[in-house]
């Protein structure tokens, strides 16, 4: 790629993040309008406009508003139905910037380390894309590139990201958003680090060794750097192809899911925060490829404790359990009437787990009732004044609300209590914490503070 070609492509993209400044100046201006002017906002047509704009967008801006869109109530309605239109894959870079790249990473000759290299990327997102190609020893490897400049990008995003809440917050109190872009921003600066990556698609394979139903890629340390990530390549179908087989595999592709989300969370403390459908596969065998490693959440101990003690409150109706749980969660002194309104929300989250028998994740096959219920928890908590979560529940709350939506893709009917149960059963947080710490040193990351 030329200078020249260089100077243009960041002209472009500059060009784009003023457009976007633009459109969210444009939409803040006008909720300002409506709060303290008595204006009338048409938030449908706005948050059109807001989905167009970072559409445009090749960043993770794009990748940030679909995360806030799984969260329930992170945005109004009206916002998060537009971002969840976004599309992950974006059109790919050229062969000439792909060949500029891998001569950066990994010097010149790097095509001599290959026998194969595609030139077209097989998957392009937000962060960067991903090529196949084939080593000498025959083994079919992918090769995920970094777009350049990812961390700057970034950061721009990121105070894009801060004004769009700034935004939110001038109509609607009823979520505090300061935990929410705390954790969301170290999330995404993580997944600039391709050698973190390295390290967490380790941990995964370690904790799902026993797991038959689940895989996971092995990378490829002397042809990884911290914007490449070379690793094995595991063939496979879309879910929403895999969807289309019999109801027995489908069962079958849920409960793999399910081991393969959870198992590391009661296990070790640990859990994928980005359920997006482009992020696994599935076999012929209904067994399925875990394939992005970026987003990585570790709980302390207490947390998953919590996790299972909110469980039995709902199911006990233990009102003093239930504010156990949430305290050792981080919500500051929950009272009586925030405790009722949570519930609302965790009813439904546990609701499949309460009863022993084979069901669907929830009754209805759209995500209509859960909208309700959010609904429901949003006007309440606005009547109280608002709450601010936690940083460790934002992602708790995305898997859990991601993972459903997966379930009722699937069509599935399991009896997801003993799948529950089968995993917490004789759960021990002195244990847990033990093989979190070693498992976590096994592949060289530190146990958080």
């Given at each position: 790629?030329?200078?020249?070609?260089?100077?243009?492509?960041?002209?472009?993209?500059?060009?784009?993040?003023?457009?976007?400044?633009?459109?969210?100046?444009?939409?803040?201006?006008?909720?300002?309008?409506?709060?303290?002017?008595?204006?009338?906002?048409?938030?449908?047509?706005?948050?059109?406009?807001?989905?167009?704009?970072?559409?445009?967008?090749?960043?993770?801006?794009?990748?940030?508003?679909?995360?806030?869109?799984?969260?329930?109530?992170?945005?109004?309605?009206?916002?998060?139905?537009?971002?969840?239109?976004?599309?992950?894959?974006?059109?790919?870079?050229?062969?000439?910037?792909?060949?500029?790249?891998?001569?950066?990473?990994?010097?010149?000759?790097?095509?001599?380390?290959?026998?194969?290299?595609?030139?077209?990327?097989?998957?392009?997102?937000?962060?960067?894309?991903?090529?196949?190609?084939?080593?000498?020893?025959?083994?079919?490897?992918?090769?995920?590139?970094?777009?350049?400049?990812?961390?700057?990008?970034?950061?721009?995003?990121?105070?894009?990201?801060?004004?769009?809440?700034?935004?939110y917050s001038r109509f609607?109190?009823?979520?505090?958003?300061?935990?929410?872009?705390?954790?969301?921003?170290?999330?995404?600066?993580?997944?600039?680090?391709?050698?973190?990556?390295?390290?967490?698609?380790?941990?995964?394979?370690?904790?799902?060794?026993?797991?038959?139903?689940?895989?996971?890629?092995?990378?490829?340390?002397?042809?990884?750097?911290?914007?490449?990530?070379?690793?094995?390549?595991?063939?496979?179908?879309?879910?929403?192809?895999?969807?289309?087989?019999?109801?027995?595999?489908?069962?079958?592709?849920?409960?793999?899911?399910?081991?393969?989300?959870?198992?590391?969370?009661?296990?070790?403390?640990?859990?994928?925060?980005?359920?997006?459908?482009?992020?696994?596969?599935v076999r012929p065998d209904?067994?399925?490829?875990?394939?992005?490693?970026?987003?990585?959440?570790?709980?302390?101990?207490?947390?998953?404790?919590?996790?299972?003690?909110?469980?039995?409150?709902?199911?006990?109706?233990?009102?003093?359990?239930?504010?156990?749980?949430?305290?050792?969660?981080?919500?500051?002194?929950?009272?009586?009437?925030?405790?009722?309104?949570?519930?609302?929300?965790?009813?439904?989250?546990?609701?499949?787990?309460?009863?022993?028998?084979?069901q669907k994740i929830q009754?209805?096959?759209?995500?209509?009732?859960?909208?309700?219920?959010?609904?429901?928890?949003?006007?309440?908590?606005?009547?109280?004044?608002?709450?601010?979560?936690?940083?460790?529940?934002?992602?708790?709350?995305?898997?859990?609300?991601?993972?459903?939506?997966?379930?009722?893709?699937?069509?599935?009917?399991?009896?997801?209590?003993?799948?529950?149960?089968?995993?917490?059963?004789?759960?021990?947080?002195?244990?847990?914490?033990?093989?979190?710490?070693?498992?976590?040193?096994?592949?060289?990351?530190?146990?958080?503070?």
């Amino acid at each position: 790629m030329s200078a020249d070609d260089e100077a243009s492509r960041f002209g472009r993209r500059a060009r784009r993040y003023v457009g976007t400044s633009r459109t969210v100046g444009t939409l803040a201006a006008k909720v300002a309008g409506e709060h303290y002017l008595g204006l009338k906002m048409d938030r449908e047509k706005h948050a059109a406009t807001l989905r167009k704009a970072l559409g445009g967008l090749k960043g993770p801006l794009m990748k940030v508003a679909q995360i806030l869109a799984s969260i329930p109530d992170a945005l109004p309605k009206e916002y998060a139905e537009e971002l969840r239109q976004l599309q992950a894959n974006a059109p790919p870079m050229d062969w000439l910037f792909v060949r500029r790249r891998m001569t950066g990473q990994l010097g010149v000759g790097w095509q001599d380390r290959f026998t194969e290299f595609g030139q077209d990327a097989s998957h392009a997102a937000s962060l960067g894309q991903v090529h196949k190609a084939v080593l000498h020893d025959g083994r079919t490897v992918a090769c995920k590139l970094q777009y350049p400049d990812m961390a700057s990008v970034v950061e721009a995003d990121l105070s894009q990201l801060k004004l769009i809440f700034s935004l939110y917050s001038r109509f609607d109190k009823a979520i505090q958003t300061e935990n929410i872009y705390e954790e969301v921003s170290a999330r995404l600066r993580e997944e600039l680090d391709y050698q973190r990556e390295a390290k967490q698609m380790r941990l995964y394979a370690r904790m799902l060794a026993a797991e038959p139903g689940v895989h996971v890629p092995e990378p490829i340390e002397d042809l990884s750097t911290g914007r490449l990530l070379t690793m094995s390549w595991l063939d496979g179908v879309p879910l929403l192809e895999a969807a289309q087989r019999s109801a027995e595999e489908r069962n079958r592709i849920a409960y793999n899911m399910f081991r393969a989300w959870y198992v590391p969370f009661y296990d070790y403390g640990i859990i994928h925060g980005d359920p997006h459908l482009g992020n696994y596969t599935v076999r012929p065998d209904n067994s399925v490829n875990l394939l992005d490693f970026g987003c990585i959440r570790v709980f302390p101990s207490s947390f998953v404790e919590g996790v299972i003690d909110l469980y039995k409150a709902i199911r006990d109706k233990d009102e003093a359990l239930a504010v156990h749980a949430y305290e050792t969660w981080g919500f500051e002194a929950p009272s009586k009437d925030l405790i009722r309104v949570l519930n609302l929300w965790a009813e439904f989250i546990y609701a499949p787990l309460m009863q022993d028998k084979v069901q669907k994740i929830q009754e209805s096959e759209s995500g209509h009732y859960g909208a309700q219920v959010a609904d429901k928890v949003h006007t309440e908590l606005r009547k109280l004044g608002g709450v601010r979560p936690p940083r460790e529940f934002v992602m708790m709350d995305r898997a859990a609300v991601g993972l459903g939506s997966v379930f009722m893709h699937l069509k599935a009917e399991i009896n997801w209590y003993r799948l529950f149960h089968d995993l917490v059963g004789d759960f021990d947080a002195a244990a847990l914490a033990q093989r979190q710490a070693q498992a976590l040193a096994a592949v060289g990351l530190d146990v958080p503070a």
